[in-house]
């Protein structure tokens, strides 16, 4: 369901490499510049064709599926638009709820690496799809499948993981992330982070890539500016702030604002989430698209919270909503989903004297 009817994905049957198997590891998947595809192809557009990346990602995923390597066998998944303004999209994923490894106790934000807890140096060679590398880059990704997927194609992006980091995003990792956006042409490809205390269930640096099938409005609605470098975006159903790529020369500075901001999230006691997507200029519509990346601030939560209907991760602040059981599913309202949501985020005069401060410190 994740991939436009225009689309023709490749089959499970298409050659992927096996070398996860072998003492060797995964083979690589190298690229340059040359391969970013700028302008990625509108939604329902007949003329659209995946990319190298895409077609390597997917033949991949597909054929781990079909060797049952993941923890459930993924198929449509039920999806309905909340009715209301702002449009929230919920799907039944059942599965995932019930069969998904068990969140990592989390207890502060800089909880340190665990080598006893899980990590993703534990994962079956089988599991991981290639290493994404730039020709003459230094930090490759390795691409894993996400064994409790979301939707068809997600997957992890994972760091060098032998270097066992914690999951405090870095510039090199989210460049790499913000890279691998730009190696898809389908227009629903997203990259994300959810850092620990905002919904990161293994305390080990990875991000997310997956294909959602549908536009979102955070990626073309208008935001206000709050500094040459930094915006805030009201769409959907939680305020963030936004930066924005025209191009790929602007990925590292880019990533480094992003982390700055991060930082000082971390230093004032919150949580972030990060999600980075096709869209327009912070003026909105009129100009050469991009990569919007969004950057959520929250406050952190720790273990499960009673009563809560779902819990808030990346998605959910996109508008996304993966629920766990049907009745859920049925009968939620968006009045009750935003409540759920926004009980996590700042108050508004909070929330705009940290634009405040994170408009000054990116202009430093």
Not at 23 to 36: A, I, L, Q, R
Not at 133 to 142: F, I
Request: glycine letters at 10%; hydrophobic letters at 45%; one cysteine or more.
């Amino acid at each position: 369901v994740c991939m436009p009817r225009a689309w023709h994905p490749p089959s499970a049957a298409a050659p992927t490499s096996q070398r996860g198997l072998e003492p060797g590891g995964p083979e690589e998947f190298v690229y340059s510049e040359e391969d970013f595809v700028l302008q990625a192809a509108g939604w329902g557009d007949p003329g659209s064709a995946p990319s190298r990346f895409d077609r390597v990602l997917l033949a991949g995923w597909s054929d781990r599926m079909e060797r049952g390597l993941f923890r459930y066998r993924l198929g449509a998944l039920p999806t309905r638009v909340l009715p209301g303004a702002v449009r929230l999209v919920a799907q039944l994923n059942e599965q995932r709820s019930a069969e998904r490894r068990p969140p990592q106790p989390v207890r502060s934000l800089r909880d340190p690496f665990d080598p006893a807890a899980f990590n993703f140096t534990r994962l079956r060679p089988a599991e991981l799809l290639f290493r994404l590398r730039r020709a003459g880059g230094p930090e490759p990704l390795l691409v894993a499948i996400n064994a409790s997927p979301l939707e068809r194609g997600h997957v992890l992006l994972l760091p060098e993981p032998a270097r066992r980091l914690p999951q405090a995003l870095t510039a090199p990792a989210l460049r790499g992330a913000l890279e691998a956006a730009l190696l898809s042409a389908h227009p629903g490809f997203r990259v994300g982070f959810n850092g620990l205390g905002g919904g990161a269930s293994v305390n080990h640096l990875h991000l997310h890539g997956l294909y959602l099938d549908r536009p979102l409005p955070l990626e073309a609605a208008p935001a206000e500016p709050l500094g040459p470098r930094l915006a805030l975006l009201r769409a959907g159903p939680a305020p963030a702030f936004l930066f924005f790529a025209a191009g790929p020369a602007a990925l590292e500075p880019v990533s480094r604002a992003v982390c700055r901001a991060a930082e000082h999230l971390g230093a004032a006691g919150l949580a972030c989430n990060v999600l980075a997507t096709r869209g327009d200029p912070p003026a909105g519509p009129g100009g050469g698209r991009g990569l919007r990346v969004l950057l959520w601030a929250r406050r952190p939560l720790f273990g499960p919270k009673a009563g809560e209907p779902f819990a808030v991760a990346l998605c959910e602040l996109a508008g996304l909503l993966p629920l766990p059981a049907e009745p859920l599913y049925r009968d939620i309202t968006e009045e009750q989903a935003l409540s759920a949501i926004r009980q996590h985020l700042l108050p508004e005069p909070e929330l705009l004297h940290l634009g405040g401060e994170l408009a000054r410190l990116l202009e430093r």
